[in-house]
Nanobody, 127 residues
Framework: HVQLVESGGASVQAGGSLTLSCAAS????????VAWFRQAPGKEREGVAV????????YYDDSVKGRFTISRDNAKNTVYLQMSSLKPEDTAMYYC?????????????????????WGQGTQVTVS
């Protein structure tokens, strides 16, 4: 059974940068959807970024385009989310997920909550 372990969350000032990591106990890149989500208190979980099964097709939510970069290291079974120009509205618990039920497209990957594997979350606070 695949386990996902997230790290890298911290408190930073607006305009700062962070890189989040999601280390998997098994190969997650043979799945179609590997994604980052975030959830702020009192709000719904929202999709942030997806790297699709081909490792090339990438989706970003409009709120993070140009500021966040999703990438992977296949040898390490690790997914990264590089975050720059952080804003207070980026404050949330960030989760990684793998093996979405609906893998018809990268967009579909991030527009669902049905994933076989979820990380425990890592907190990002921007002030």
């Amino acid at each position: 059974h695949v386990q996902l372990v997230e790290s890298g969350g911290a408190s930073v000032q607006a305009g700062g940068s962070l890189t989040l990591s999601c280390a998997a106990s098994g190969n997650i890149f043979n799945t179609h959807c590997v994604a980052w989500f975030r959830q702020a208190p009192g709000k719904e979980r929202e999709g942030v970024a997806v790297i699709y099964t081909d490792g090339v097709t990438i989706y970003y939510d409009d709120s993070v385009k140009g500021r966040f970069t999703i990438s992977r290291d296949n040898a390490k079974n690790t997914v990264y989310l590089q975050m720059s120009s952080l804003k207070p509205e980026d404050t949330a618990m960030y989760y990684c997920a793998a093996d979405g039920f609906d893998w018809s497209s990268a967009t579909a990957c991030v527009q669902q909550n049905e994933y076989n594997y979820w990380g425990q979350g890592t907190q990002v606070t921007v002030s």
